[in-house]
C-alpha cells in the first residue's frame, strides 16, 4: 500500500505544471551558477597552475554546485511539500483516507516516498550537470558520490519536516510558508555555529552536509540526517493518528 500511495503522489506531482514550473526555474538557476562557476575556473587556470595543491575540477566546480542546489533546495523544497496533506484536508479526503484500511504509517511513508522520488528526478539533474565536466576534464567520481549521497539525505531531510508541517493545517500556503521559515531558521543556526566548540554545530543540518560536501563520510553525519527525517515523520504519523482518534 505505501508503494500505491508513493506512485499516485509521484504521478500527481509529475502531472502538476506548477510543479514542472519551480523545476524548469531550479535548473536555471543552478545552470546559470555552473556556468559562472566553469566560467571563473576557467580563467583562473594561469593563476592555480602555481599552487601545488590547486583545487582541480571537481572539487572547485563540482562541489560548488552541489554546495549551491543544498541551499536552492531549501528554498524550493517547501512549495513541493505544501499540499501533501493540507490538500487532503482542505478537500476532506483526510477522513477517507485516514479511515481506510492502511496504517498512518502507510500513509506517512507513501506520502513521503512519493516526494522523494520527484526530488530524485531533480537531484538527478543536478548530477547530469556535475557528471558533464567529463567532456573537458576528469572527475573525483568517489566526491561527487559523497555529494550526492549528501544532497539526498539533506533533500530527505527538507521533505521530512515540510510533510510534518503540512499535516498541522488545511491551508497549504500556511503549510509552505511554516516549511520555509523552519528551514530559513535551520539555515540561520548554520550560520551562528561558526565555533567548532559550539554546541549547535551538532544542530546545524547544513553543517553536516559541508562534510559530505569536501568528501567525508562519517557515520555520525549520515546518522544524523536518518534520526531528522524519521523523527518528523515519526511526528507526522502521531498527528495523523490523533485526527483519527479525534474522529
Known amino acids: 500500500m505505501i508503494f500505491t500511495i ?8 509529475y502531472g502538476s505544471p506548477s ?28 593563476q592555480l597552475a602555481l599552487y601545488a595543491n590547486a583545487p582541480g575540477v571537481t572539487e572547485a566546480i563540482g562541489a560548488y554546485l552541489f554546495s ?5 533546495l531549501l528554498m524550493a523544497t517547501p512549495f513541493f511539500t505544501m499540499r501533501l496533506m493540507a490538500d487532503e484536508r482542505r478537500n476532506q479526503t483526510l477522513t477517507f483516507l485516514i479511515s481506510a484500511p492502511v496504517s498512518m504509517t502507510e500513509i506517512v511513508l507513501g506520502k513521503f516516498l512519493g516526494l522523494m522520488a520527484f526530488l530524485l528526478l531533480v537531484i538527478g539533474l543536478i548530477l547530469a550537470m556535475a557528471l558533464s565536466l567529463y567532456a573537458g576534464a576528469s572527475l573525483d567520481l568517489n566526491l561527487i558520490l559523497a555529494n550526492l549521497l549528501g ?27 511554516g516549511a520555509l521559515g523552519a528551514l530559513l531558521g535551520l539555515w540561520i543556526l548554520h550560520l ?11 544542530l546545524s543540518i547544513l553543517k553536516h552536509f559541508e562534510n559530505l560536501n ?9 546518522t544524523y540526517f536518518l534520526l531528522f527525517i524519521v523523527t518528523f515523520l515519526v511526528l507526522a504519523i502521531r498527528r495523523l493518528d490523533g485526527d483519527r482518534l479525534r474522529g
Not at 36 to 42: A, E, G, K, N, P
Not at 68 to 72: D, E, G, I, L, R
Not at 216 to 222: E, G, R, Y
Open 6 to 13: 508513493a506512485s499516485k503522489e509521484a504521478k500527481s506531482l
Open 19 to 46: 510543479a514542472w514550473i519551480v523545476l524548469a526555474i531550479l535548473q536555471l538557476i543552478l545552470a546559470r551558477m555552473f556556468l559562472l562557476r566553469v566560467d571563473d575556473f576557467l580563467r583562473a587556470q594561469s
Open 68 to 72: 549551491s542546489a543544498a541551499t536552492v
Open 151 to 177: 544532497l539526498t539525505l539533506l533533500a530527505g531531510c527538507y521533505a521530512a519536516l515540510g510533510l510534518f508541517l503540512s499535516c498541522l493545517t488545511q491551508h497549504a500556503i500556511l503549510a509552505g510558508i
Open 192 to 202: 551562528t555555529a561558526s565555533d567548532p566548540d559550539s554546541p549547535l554545530i551538532a
Open 214 to 222: 569536501a568528501g567525508l563520510i562519517d557515520t555520525f553525519d549520515v
